[in-house]
């Protein structure tokens, strides 16, 4: 079992910045991070391979998130740049422990470890 616990999130004025993290009790291969605003099904943000750190992004967040890791503590970090409103939302930290599988990144069923979430509000 590996429990994650995020970061607060926070309220942000549209077109700012701010830094999620997720620490992980154990070592996870992969770790994400999913969205879901109200209404709406949790979607893929971002991924990130343990060792090389081969990363896969949402294209609704390429050039303004980045994700990164630390295999060492076993935590995981989003930096959200030019925040949008659309990006309101509970975002959640996501683990597995399998290989990493193209196919499966993006998708909920590919992870078998989540976070509490933690919301993020973009807002003026």
């Known amino acids: 079992q590996v429990q994650l616990v995020e970061s607060a999130g926070g309220l942000v004025q549209p077109g700012g910045s701010l830094r999620l993290s997720c620490q992980a009790s154990?070592?996870?291969?992969?770790m994400a991070w999913f969205r879901q605003s109200a209404g709406k099904e949790r979607e893929f943000v971002a991924a990130?391979?343990?060792?090389?750190?081969?990363?896969s992004y949402a294209d609704a967040v390429k050039g303004r998130f980045t994700i990164s890791r630390d295999d060492p503590k076993n935590q995981v970090h989003l930096q959200m740049d030019s925040l949008k409103p659309d990006d309101t939302a509970v975002y959640y930290c996501?683990?597995?422990?399998?290989?990493?599988?193209?196919?499966?990144?993006?998708?909920?069923?590919?992870?078998?470890?989540w976070g509490q979430g933690t919301q993020v509000t973009v807002s003026s």
């Open positions: 996501a683990a597995t422990t399998a290989n990493w599988i193209v196919s499966a990144i993006p998708r909920r069923e590919g992870y078998e470890f």
């Open positions: 990130i391979r343990r060792g090389d750190r081969a990363k």
């Open positions: 154990g070592r996870a291969n992969t």
